[in-house]
């Protein structure tokens, strides 16, 4: 693991080694991924994908009917981790079964399965593996983009079809003491240091967080959309300790709020949704960049950018926003993230806990890409697309009863995903009215029409720009920080 157990749990788990199943045999689905090089194009690799390790059979080793990873910890099975180890097997998983189907590029999740009698929820979790299917995919994103293509017009309110990134161990914390690993899909951690049953394939005695960096790439349905980075203290997966106040909220480890971007949330209530600007009806791509100082991977990262592409048009994420400190930040509001659109929106944990140059240092370590489908019965996931004030949703449109009685068939298609250089996941042809050579750089360079400034800037001020995405194909026009460059 990237982080070293602390000395109370490492104690504990001396002589534990977690036991793998046969019963179930673990066969990871496919979804081919693309690493792009503004020099050579996009490469396909044959990535595959595993589930959480809590949302898998995991048993009493002479009965499959009793669970291991109970809150709390039965305490016949697991008195302690050599005994638990000893007691219980993690086993393998049908990927049917937890709502998942995978072809070729592309992966559909399902929220709900009918069982014969009624739906039962089973709000996949997935990460995503190397060519090696043995220990998840580095992305190293600091200075580069990630694009992937996405069709949420079957989720409504309520909904959340995210993907984003962990700083989670590549290996899944893989050790003697868990030999399981990112096979079994060990490891899990985000900024929220959620208390589970188990972390790092161990069981969790002492009520710990399991925490780590976090980048919100994609939280959306139909309705809104967000994106948003969480800061941590520490580097890697790591614990935090209940007693010591380390996993609160506002004197914790990790930044919980985040410092994000929802459109709808900051006034503009007509870009992202049905038949709007971006049109969630129909599929679209997402482009995400992590821009630094000086466009090289060796300075601090700046700005995360937002691009959307639909009808092989480019869509910049929209400047617009009606929220008084973001219209009076330093040179303008291009509808990116930036430490300064973070001071102003107030997120005081995200800059404590190393704002947007804590984020670029994990970008640049590598995290895990993570997909998930899921609803909320705590809060009806308001904060995405509710009240009125964050989206378009009243406030108990989002009641997971109401979604599984009136639309059980809810599900997200992420497909074409890739990564690489800035420019490199798409193209851009030109046309309508589109501005092209010197002539491009210059608006770029100089706010494009007074609309915003660096790319967003560029495109702006120059209509719509016309792209051709993915088939590793790359060349015409390769968007760079803060200019578009006719090669």
Known sequence: MAAALPPFLLAITLAAAQRI??????????????????????????????????????????????PCATTPLNATLCPDAATCAQNCVLEGVEYGSIGVLATGSAVTLRQYLFDGSAFKSVSPRLYLLAEDDKNYEPLKLLNQELAFD???????????????????????????????????????????????????????????????????IWEANSQATAYTPHTCSSPGSFLCDPSTGACNKTTGVCDKDGCGINAFGLGATSFYGPGLTVDTSRPFTVVTQFLTADNTSSTPLVEIRRLYIQDNTLIPNTATTTNAAVQKLPGGYAGAITQDYCAARGAKDFTRLGGLQGMGESLARGMVLVFSLWNSPGDFMSWLDGGGSNGPCNATAGDPKGIVQNNPEVSVTFS???????GSTFTVSGGGGAASGANASAAAVAGGSGSGKGVNAGIQGSGSAKVRVGGGVVGGIALLVGMIMVL
């Open 416 to 422: 074409n995903v890739r990564w690489g250089d800035i």
């Open 21 to 66: 199943g046969t019963a179930i045999p673990e066969v990871h689905p496919k979804m081919a991924t693309q690493l792009c090089t503004s020099a050579a194009g996009c490469v396909t690799r044959q990535t595959s994908l595993v589930t959480d390790a809590l949302s898998r059979s995991f048993h009493a080793a002479d009965n499959m009917a009793v």
């Open 150 to 216: 996405v069709d949420v017009s079957k989720l409504g309110c309520g909904m959340n079809g995210a993907l984003y990134l962990s700083e989670m161990d590549m290996s899944g914390s893989r050790s003697e003491l868990n030999p399981a690993g990112a096979q079994y899909g060990t490891g899990y951690c985000d900024a929220q240091c959620f208390t589970v049953p188990f972390i790092n394939g161990l069981p969790n005695l002492n009520s710990s967080g399991s925490c780590c960096n976090e980048m919100d």
